[in-house]
């Protein structure tokens, strides 16, 4: 668990003097930073009430394109893990956690957040951690991604943040003309957002022990539904608002789409994660960039987000 009050500074004090450290003395991370001035970045206009903004990112093929499967990951070593950080990348301690300034960054101020252990990726029973380091973290969306929905490290916990303001669904979920109110009790209300190319879930509350509750059924309903053997596919986002807090969680069915593997002109490395469901979708290769349009993003989501009458019987879980 995560202590609410750091000692001595406030943790986001800490961590707003850790990114300027790190941007001052360690060349990788300055660099890599600086380069985001030169990222480039469309919009495209799925609806009225939708965008999605395409960006150019070469420094995150490492990312995009990370070999994930069982002999990748036992071949190489943990780049999570304290024992094998670079020699420059300096970290702030909270709880079993540590921050670290990501070197290769989507956000112009983008965290890293690995467990102090080398444990795998699951997120089932640490929703509370998430939780504690978001309120700490005002300035910030937290964010996960399954060992199977887009963690290049699924060997190795860890959550990640970027600054507030960046991603569309941060203010496009408010007023959508698709959300619908699934659940309206007294500390908590949880909607749905239909007609957004993706299958989301917002639930919104003060308590944490509701949201941990609600959060589970629907982890607990999806792991019945997709009987995975790792846990059920799903991205989260996680921010504190106002003094409550919003979860937003992505239920998927894959893993990479078709185009992922296609060969030649039919290929497109895009691998979405929550940034991507977030509504800003990191292309490495300019090809791929250029090549992406409104059908295009939308045959992909169709493929990689929850199917229909899965999601039906999700929404059903709110009303009992």
Same mark, same amino acid.
């Given at each position: 668990?995560?202590?609410? =009050? ?42 009225? &009430? ?72 699951? =997120? ?91 959060? &589970? ?53 895009? &691998? ?27 045959? =992909? ?20």
């Amino acid at each position: 668990m995560i202590n609410q =009050i750091t000692e001595n500074k406030v943790l986001k004090e800490k961590v707003n003097e850790l990114i300027d450290d790190q941007l001052a003395n360690w060349p990788l991370a300055r660099d890599n930073y600086a380069g985001l001035k030169e990222v480039k970045t469309r919009t495209l206009h799925m609806s009225p &009430s939708t965008e999605m903004r395409v960006q150019f990112n070469p420094g995150r093929i490492r990312s995009s394109a990370a070999k994930v499967d069982p002999k990748s990951i036992k071949e190489r070593k943990c780049f999570l893990c304290s024992g094998n950080l670079p020699a420059e990348q300096k970290g702030v301690d909270v709880g079993d956690y540590k921050i670290l300034v990501n070197p290769y960054p989507i956000f112009s101020r983008h965290l890293t957040i690995p467990h102090r252990e080398h444990i795998d990726q699951r =997120i089932e029973g640490r929703l509370a951690d998430m939780l504690m380091i978001a309120r700490e973290l005002p300035g910030f969306v937290l964010f996960y991604n399954g060992p199977r929905c887009g963690a290049s490290a699924p060997d190795h916990f860890h959550f990640q943040a970027g600054n507030k303001g960046f991603l569309p669904i941060e203010e496009e979920y408010r007023l959508h003309p698709g959300k619908s109110l699934l659940l309206d009790r007294k500390e908590i209300k949880v909607h749905s957002v239909e007609n957004y190319y993706r299958k989301t879930l917002v639930l919104e509350s003060n308590n944490e022990k509701l949201l941990e509750n609600w959060f &589970s059924r629907v982890f607990r309903f999806l792991g019945k539904l997709q009987k995975y053997e790792q846990e059920p596919m799903l991205n989260i986002l996680c921010s504190w608002e106002h003094n409550f807090w919003r979860v937003i969680v992505f239920p998927r069915r894959e893993h990479r789409p078709r185009q992922f593997y296609a060969k030649g002109a039919e290929q497109v490395l895009l &691998s979405p994660a929550s940034v991507d469901f977030g509504g800003v979708l990191i292309t490495p290769r300019e090809e791929d960039f250029e090549k992406l349009n409104k059908d295009l993003v939308a045959d =992909i989501f169709h493929q990689v987000t929850l199917d229909e009458d899965s999601w039906h019987l999700v929404k059903l879980i709110f009303n009992t």
